[in-house]
């Protein structure tokens, strides 16, 4: 598939392929891909012979050609300009945000999902957040190995909580920053979209602490409660994210769904302008089925709203129909099964 630089609207009947082509982007970027799937998932069943994606790519004024791949039961490979690159380097390349169905009951779900949500838009501001994450988890697993055998060595804890404080005070000072970059944009920005405030919070709504030295030593006070639990209770990876709809002073949690589908969207576009703003270049979007919930005005503005922006907006939806407001202005793509395939036609203008 050749792009332009434009909007893409793909278009087609449930199950035809039409996500499939948003994931192969997605996985542009660092980690499992916008449906967090295994890279043996990814090949196709039931030749069993292993995947590749290719893609030549111009970004921040420079052209990429990457390649990432997979053989049967092992982990993926990246390829960058003919060269083999860790994924971390991928972020530095394209900056590629996404919303997909799946993530419509964010707010009302397990605090897992709001935190990978969170470290995605702190990643896409600053990449190397995800370096400092595995930081963090090496030595946490280390700890809670420690916990699982029952180790009462305090140096030994000592030593890997002073690395857990230390990685786990940059994680907070990125999330922290991301936050308030959005919130800058979401307040600089005059969209039909509702605002959102976030604060990040400890898992009984507490504030969290965020410095190197209350890190380790609430992780030295934790130390009794981690045995009998037989895993690190207090830290970053404990983090959740609560967000209220500021026109209206309500969480998140207890808005419609269309209110929350909109919540989402409006941290999206923010996301996206701060970006645009920091690097002179808009990031890409992946857009899974963006139109379900969003009435006519809504998803005017919203089309209005990337194309404003100059953002690679990657949009899927079962019918043509749901693009009309984009006219010219997209590449369109229909997408129909045929015979087990996917067979992609580009159209003309909707």
């Known amino acids: 598939m ?17 996500t499939n082509i948003l994931e192969a982007v997605s996985l542009l970027s660092p980690g499992r891909g916008l449906r967090r799937a295994a890279a043996d998932d990814f090949a196709r069943k039931p030749e069993a012979i292993g995947w590749k ?39 530095r390349i394209l900056r590629i945000l996404w919303l997909v169905p799946a993530m419509d009951r ?48 305090a140096a030994w804890y000592g030593a890997l ?16 920053m991301a936050v308030a970059r959005v919130h800058a944009a979401q307040n600089a920005s005059d969209t039909v979209f509702p605002a959102a405030e976030l604060a990040i919070v400890a898992p009984d709504g507490s504030e969290f602490p965020v410095e190197s030295r209350e890190l380790a030593d609430a992780f030295a006070k934790s130390r009794a409660n981690d045995l009998a639990a037989g895993r690190t209770l207090v830290g970053p990876h404990r983090a959740d994210v609560s967000a209220i709809y500021i026109a209206k002073g309500s969480p998140a949690a207890q808005c419609s769904t269309g209110e929350q589908k909109a ?8 996301n996206a302008r701060a970006l645009a703003d920091e690097l002179g270049a808009a990031p890409v979007l992946l857009l899974d089925e963006i139109a379900a919930h969003l009435d006519d005005d809504r998803r005017h503005a919203l089309y209005d709203a990337i194309c404003a922006m100059g953002t690679q907006a990657f949009m899927t939806g079962t019918g043509a129909e749901l693009f ?24 003309g203008t909707i």
């Open 2 to 18: 050749r792009f332009d630089g434009r909007p893409v609207a793909i278009f087609g009947p449930n199950g035809a392929g039409k």
């Open 53 to 91: 994606l290719t893609a030549s790519v111009s970004s921040l004024g420079r052209l990429h050609e990457i390649e990432t791949s997979a053989a049967p039961g092992q982990t993926r490979n990246v390829t960058i300009d003919e060269k083999p690159a860790a994924q971390a380097a991928l972020g």
């Open 106 to 153: 964010l707010w009302i779900e397990a605090a897992e999902g709001r935190r990978r949500f969170l470290d995605r838009m702190t990643n896409s501001f600053d990449p190397g957040h995800a370096d400092e994450v595995l930081a963090y988890e090496k030595a946490m697993r280390e700890r809670n190995r420690l916990l699982k055998d029952n180790v009462r060595d």
């Open 161 to 176: 909580e002073m690395q857990m404080a230390s990685a786990g005070a940059a994680i907070s000072a990125n999330r922290a």
């Open 263 to 270: 919540l989402l969207i409006s941290l999206v576009l923010a």
């Open 324 to 347: 009309e407001g984009l006219c010219e202005r997209a590449q369109t793509f229909e997408v129909v099964e045929n015979g087990g395939d996917s067979l992609v036609r580009e159209r």
